[in-house]
C-alpha cells in the first residue's frame, strides 16, 4: 500500500507563482511514473504533467513552459512549480503514482488533492 501526502496550493494573484509537493510512502518495491492532474469544477480532471522514474517529462500544453515537474527519487517526491498562474488554472490538483506492489502488481494511488486557486 502506498499513501500520497501533498503540501502546497492555496490563493495566488495572476502572474503569481506556487509549488506543490506530493510524498509516496508506504509499502512498495518502486515508484514509477509520477505526475499531477487538476479538476477545474464542472470539468473533467486531465493531466497538468508527469515524469518518469528515469525523469522524461510530459506537460499539458496549456502549462507548457509556466509550470516545471519535478522529483527527488530518494525522498518518493514529485514536485509542481507553477509560475505566470492564469485563473484558468483555478482547479484543485491531484497528485498520481504509479508504483509496483511488494506482490509485483502494478497499481496506482491517487492523492486527496489541493486547491489552488488564481484570482485578484
Known amino acids: 500500500q502506498v499513501q500520497l501526502v501533498e503540501s502546497g496550493g492555496g490563493l495566488v494573484q495572476p502572474g503569481g507563482s506556487l509549488s506543490l509537493s506530493c510524498a509516496a510512502s508506504?509499502?512498495?518495491?518502486?515508484?514509477?511514473?509520477m505526475g499531477w492532474y487538476r479538476q477545474a469544477p464542472g470539468k473533467e480532471r486531465e493531466l497538468v504533467a508527469d515524469?518518469?522514474?528515469?525523469?522524461?517529462?510530459n506537460y499539458a500544453s496549456s502549462v507548457k513552459g509556466r509550470f516545471t515537474i519535478s522529483r527527488e527519487n530518494a525522498k518518493n517526491t514529485v514536485y509542481l512549480q507553477m509560475n505566470s498562474l492564469k485563473p484558468e488554472d483555478t482547479a484543485v490538483y491531484y497528485c498520481?503514482?504509479?508504483?509496483?506492489?511488494?506482490?509485483?502488481?502494478?497499481?496506482?494511488?491517487w492523492g486527496q488533492g489541493t486547491l489552488v486557486t488564481v484570482s485578484s
Open positions: 508506504g509499502s512498495f518495491l518502486a515508484i514509477d511514473t
Open positions: 515524469i518518469t522514474s528515469f525523469g522524461l517529462t
Open positions: 498520481k503514482t504509479a508504483y509496483l506492489s511488494t506482490s509485483y502488481w502494478n497499481r496506482e494511488v
